[in-house]
């Protein structure tokens, strides 16, 4: 009897499942990273002069264990560092010499969230025919403007127009990916966030939103989804002393933390708050400001956390 349970403990029924998805942090800092050009203050230049330790911009990929494939969600300035700090996943597989991943979703057209795509191009990696997910302004953008359309007119990239809210089925529809529109500054293109859907949970990407609206409700992000990342540029008004912040407007942490803090500890801690600026004292562990986060029950992302999806 006591051989027989050996046998069936070490049957597939008893090992250990494969999550459906991995979703890895690969940066959560605004457009620009850390230590930011120009910036002299603390947060970028320690005091002995020396610039603070680098941070990567804000950006995520989804890895599915099953089949190895990967999918990187913008394309940062830090697209090199981030792409090495993937491979070190037991669960990524390269899919060839050409293509680091097997896709590429953009948010929008701001320099921290595709200028990256510089590094698939001719004096680069040179990739083969790699999707480039995005709007359809987006995509017309990439085909009609240089640099961008020599990656287009050599085959680097493939710009792919989505339609917000129809999703698209990758993997044998092991992965599911919707964009929604949000507002934001569209000089070049719309922007849009993700919600990312395997093994029966999802996870909403948004690193970047003007402010919260009642189509776009952080309420209801939480609510209906498992896992939430969104804006935290900046943690409250106070943090730029002589800039006008309501020219640069995105939700403030302590907004979003008072929209939500009447919902159970469970749902609150569905959501990460990620893209902050170089001078979001949130950044830094053990602050006052993230002593506060933790303390109202959400999380910062930080680089190199996996999520689990379909656990």
């Known amino acids: 009897m006591f051989f027989g349970l050996l046998l069936l403990l070490g049957s597939p029924y008893f090992a250990a499942a494969e999550p459906a998805a991995e ?10 990273g850390l230590p930011q050009l120009g910036c002299e203050r603390r947060c970028c230049v320690r005091e002995d002069g020396a610039p603070q330790s680098r941070r990567f911009t804000a950006s995520i990929a989804v ?15 830090d697209v090199r560092e ?20 097997d896709g590429v979703f953009l948010t929008h057209a ?30 017309s953008y990439l085909r009609e403007n240089g640099p961008w359309s020599q990656l ?23 992965l599911r990916v919707t964009s929604f529109l949000v507002p934001h500054r569209d000089e070049y293109s719309d922007t849009v966030g993700y919600r990312i859907e395997a093994g029966g ?40 002393p002589g800039r006008d912040l309501a020219a640069i407007p995105h939700p403030r942490i302590v907004d979003t933390m008072a929209c939500l803090a ?6 609150r801690a569905r959501l990460r708050f990620t893209h902050l600026n170089h001078s979001n004292p949130a950044l830094q562990p053990g602050s006052e400001s993230r002593r506060a986060i933790e303390a109202a029950g959400f999380r910062v992302a930080e680089t190199g956390d996996v999520i689990r999806l379909g656990r």
Request: proline share 8%; net charge negative; charged share 25%.
């Open 23 to 32: 979703v890895v942090v690969l940066g959560n800092v605004q457009d620009a």
């Open 63 to 77: 890895v599915l264990p099953a089949s190895g494939r990967s999918f990187l969600f913008d394309a940062t300035p």
């Open 82 to 101: 981030q792409i090495a700090l993937l491979s070190r996943r037991p669960s990524y597989q390269r899919p060839n010499a050409r293509r680091p991943v």
């Open 110 to 139: 701001h320099m921290g969230h595709y200028t990256g795509l510089m590094h698939f191009g001719f004096e680069a990696m040179a990739t083969r025919d790699l999707p480039v997910y995005c709007s359809e302004r987006f995509a």
């Open 152 to 174: 287009v007119s050599m085959s680097n990239i493939v710009p792919t127009a989505m339609m917000p809210g129809e999703p698209l089925s990758l993997s044998d529809e092991v």
């Open 201 to 240: 949970e999802s996870l909403i990407f948004l690193p970047d939103i003007d402010r919260w609206t009642e189509d776009i409700d952080v309420r209801r992000l939480v609510e209906e989804n498992d896992h939430v990342l969104v804006d935290a540029t900046f943690y409250s008004n106070d943090e730029l």
């Open 262 to 267: 009447d919902l159970p500890a469970e749902r």
